[in-house]
């Protein structure tokens, strides 16, 4: 079915551990993506019969499965040895000059599980489809869903024994900040320049060595972020290890798209000083790309100088992530004035406004109903500018996946029925119109419905 070229299982073994998922006692659908496979160039017809590929009962033709190695900082704190713990890459995928990564998430243990079972409950991986399709629907670079299935198995989680279930994650590739890390610290120079070579290569063929390479993955960085923070997602886990150096939203886990607006706001239960919050995320992408270009020294010649060169590079980052919110947020109210958008901010923050749907009022309606005063005000000089309201329609979705229409979903498939997630699924592939069918799914939770928190629960 996939044509692949396992150019990371052939780097040297300690890259990782060869090893084949673990087979699952009785495999079924949830579903699986025609878009995506169509874009990948896979026949329906043989990924509608692989039910027990995606399911890691059987080995396809050509891959090389291997559990990835890699470390990272988790709230900042050092974890030296983390690794694909329930996860298995299969292999890279080639179609014409694009090559994707194709990897099982809940595949049973490996030698990185730590204390992990190696599985993952069926409610994450309806959550990471529904939610990393919406983002590619969005625009946003992503980590996509090829299919997603039921195990037949329980797992145990916190809320007791629950259906398990394996994700099929595609990717530009797995290639974090915190594969860097593991290497550089065990003083296994050799192995960092192998990994900047093949990560060059696939994602930043022109950087040109590691300032280039540490430049450009600061530039996909603050583009993304900036792409996030314009749509009020939380990413929620922003470890080391959960940013990839393609520049694609990876880990979907206690991720969520905020309603009411407020830039302190964090969902994550585990997040308790509130460090992944809204605001926080380009501080944070910067203090992850420093554990990057700390992890690219030892290639980067003499240390001193070395010291310099990169701190300078990564003080470039402010300039790039100023420079991209800018142009989204110009592009949300339709006028380029950082100034005003900004002041549009403190005034849905101070009145807790629905994030998408004000601005989607503003694109659709250049108005807001029931604007408070300052708001009547920010609307009136606003207008006067002559915002352009077909870039704000672009910029500006009608729906977004709400967190309780995503729990209502998880619920739903936990009970066995799988229309929910169907429905939600279709909604999102086309966030950028008003339709009929989308309607109740544009509707920010009522008090009783609100979903606070989030758990990374896999
Ligand atoms: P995450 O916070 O989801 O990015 O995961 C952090 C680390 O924990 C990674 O090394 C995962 O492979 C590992 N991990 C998470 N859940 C499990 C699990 N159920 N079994 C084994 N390892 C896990
Ligand atoms: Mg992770």
Not at 158 to 176: F, K, M, P, W, Y
Not at 377 to 396: C, I, K, T, Y
Not at 400 to 413: D, M, Y
């Amino acid at each position: 079915m996939f044509r692949f070229d396992n150019s990371y299982a052939r780097l040297p073994e300690r890259f990782g551990t060869k090893m084949a998922p673990a087979p699952v006692a009785d495999p079924g659908w949830v579903a699986w993506n025609g878009a995506l496979a169509a874009e990948m160039g896979l026949d329906p017809a043989e990924v509608e019969a692989s039910l027990d590929v995606f399911a890691g009962n059987r080995v396809p033709e050509g891959a090389e499965p291997m559990a990835q190695l890699y470390a990272g900082h988790q709230f900042g704190g050092w974890s030296p040895q983390l690794g694909d713990g329930r996860a298995i890459l299969l292999g890279e995928h080639v179609h014409g000059d694009r090559r994707w990564d194709v990897a099982l998430k809940g595949s049973g243990p490996t030698p990185y599980s730590r204390m992990g079972d190696g599985r993952s409950a069926l409610g994450p991986v309806i959550r990471e489809y529904l939610v990393s399709e919406a983002m590619h629907a969005l625009g946003v670079p992503t980590t996509r869903a090829l299919a997603a299935v039921t195990t037949g198995e329980t797992v145990l989680r916190q809320e007791g024994d629950v259906a398990g279930g394996i994700l099929t994650r595609v990717a530009a590739s797995h290639i974090r900040v915190g594969t860097f890390q593991v290497f550089a610290a065990r003083d296994d120079a050799e192995a960092v320049r192998l990994l900047l070579d093949h990560a060059t290569a696939r994602h930043h063929p022109t950087a040109g060595g590691p300032l280039g390479f540490l430049r450009a993955v600061m530039e996909r960085q603050a583009e993304l972020v900036a792409q996030w923070m314009g749509l009020g997602f939380i990413h929620g886990v922003m470890n080391t290890d959960n940013m990839a150096v393609s520049g694609e939203t990876i880990d979907y886990g206690p991720c969520a798209f905020m309603e009411a607006y407020h830039p302190d706001t964090v969902f994550s239960s585990i997040d308790q000083f509130g460090r992944y919050a809204w605001s926080k995320q380009p501080d944070i992408a910067l203090w992850n790309l420093a554990q990057l270009a700390t992890a690219l020294l030892p290639v980067m010649g003499e240390r001193e100088a070395a010291v310099r060169e990169a701190t300078e590079t990564l003080e470039g980052f402010a300039d790039l992530f100023d420079a991209a919110w800018r142009r989204v947020l110009g592009a949300k109210i339709g006028v380029n004035d950082p100034a005003l958008g900004s002041e549009l901010l403190a005034i849905m923050a101070e009145h807790r406004l629905d994030f998408t749907l004000t601005f989607r009022a503003l694109a659709v309606d250049g108005d807001v109903v029931d604007a408070p005063p300052r708001l009547e005000d920010w609307l009136a000089r606003w207008r006067g500018l002559a915002p352009d309201s077909e870039a704000m329609r672009r910029a500006n979705p009608a729906v977004i996946p709400r967190n309780h229409r995503v729990e209502e979903a998880i619920q739903a498939a936990y009970a066995g029925d799988l229309a929910p997630f169907h429905r939600l699924h279709e909604v999102l592939r086309d966030p950028w119109t008003e339709t009929a069918a989308n309607r109740p799914f544009r509707d920010p939770a009522r008090p009783e419905e609100r979903v606070e928190r989030t758990f990374c629960g896999t």
